[in-house]
């Protein structure tokens, strides 16, 4: 993957009023063993983030996103129990209509300018798809916890763009800084909207479905993505219960970016219970970032590895 070094860093305007210069992963290294000081933080800045890009599922929601969800809902409870291979024509279509509407709706702002869209750098259709799919049947989310947590990945995914953007990164956000600010900011949010139990079934889904993903389009490279979006959902059961029953599967299965992920999920949730205040997340991120905090994939040794199947457990 592309790992781009730092750059002079420019100001930009994010929910904070501070905001952490980035080191390179070599100067990173040598400055965790110092204290962090004033030196660390850049002078206030202002918001250009509106509060619509805040409003969550328990204040401001298209309707049709919930009817969307609860339409397939009903649909997917008398397919679930089938295999792929058992699914006829007609199921088909309607369950290839039923992804797109949803999913276009997640991908799009709604009648009320509020954006529903879960994290899309290296997500597929289909990803999203066995995600859906697993996480209506299986995972024991409610139509507002799924739509609760695509809302919070907005503003997550706008503060990682800025953090990138103010860094020398372009629109690159992953595998740095700004991705363990987006994942870490997603989970806190969640954590604090929904609970960490909540926050975390429905990011360990989302690892989770990325691996089914690369899995239904290896192993079944002849279907639909409808298709494979039930093959998929099928295996993260499997994946999540021997991921978290043996370091080795756990190690063979998870390349470093989800490591880097796992770990900063957790880290979100774990500081979404301490006394922040509602959305300031980037207050706990930086507090975090010299001391619990992934930065780049290239960096995560043994210890991180090690620390990612112990929270992924």
Not at 133 to 153: K, Q, R
Not at 178 to 187: C, G, I, K, M
Not at 284 to 299: L, M, Q, V
């Amino acid at each position: 993957m592309l790992i781009l070094s730092a750059k002079k860093v420019t100001a930009v305007s994010i929910l904070v009023a501070t905001i952490l210069n980035v080191p390179t992963y070599a100067s990173a290294q040598e400055e965790k063993i110092k204290s962090v000081t004033d030196a660390v933080y850049q002078e206030d800045i202002t918001s250009e983030l509106v509060d619509s890009d805040f409003d969550f599922i328990s204040e401001a929601i298209d309707s049709s996103a919930i009817q969307a969800l609860e339409d397939y809902k009903v649909f997917y409870s008398n397919i679930a129990l089938k295999d792929y291979s058992e699914l006829t024509p007609e199921e088909i279509d309607q369950m290839t209509v039923h992804l797109n509407k949803i999913i276009s709706i997640l991908d799009s702002h709604n009648e009320n300018g509020n954006l529903i869209q879960p994290m899309g750098y290296d997500e597929s259709a289909l990803s999203k798809m066995i995600e859906l799919n697993y996480s209506l049947y299986n995972s024991g989310l409610s139509t507002l916890d799924i739509l609760e947590g695509a809302n919070a990945a907005t503003p997550a995914r706008k503060a990682g763009e800025a953090y990138a953007l103010a860094h020398g990164w372009g629109t690159t956000t992953w595998d740095n800084p700004a991705d363990a600010l987006r994942h870490f900011s997603w989970n806190f949010l969640m954590g604090q909207r929904i609970g960490v139990i909540t926050a975390r079934s429905i990011a360990d889904t989302h690892e989770a479905a990325l691996v089914a993903a690369k899995r239904a389009m290896a192993e079944m490279p002849g279907l639909s993505k409808t298709e494979q979006s039930v093959y998929g959902a099928a295996l993260i059961n499997d994946i999540i219960t021997y991921t978290r029953a043996s370091y080795s599967s756990f190690n063979a299965t998870f390349n470093n970016s989800s490591i880097m992920d796992i770990n900063n999920n957790s880290q979100g949730r774990k500081y979404s219970q301490r006394s922040y205040a509602i959305d300031d997340y980037m207050a706990a991120f930086n507090d975090a970032y010299w001391s619990d905090i992934e930065w780049y994939d290239t960096g995560v040794g043994t210890a991180d590895r090690e620390r990612a199947f112990g929270v992924w457990q």
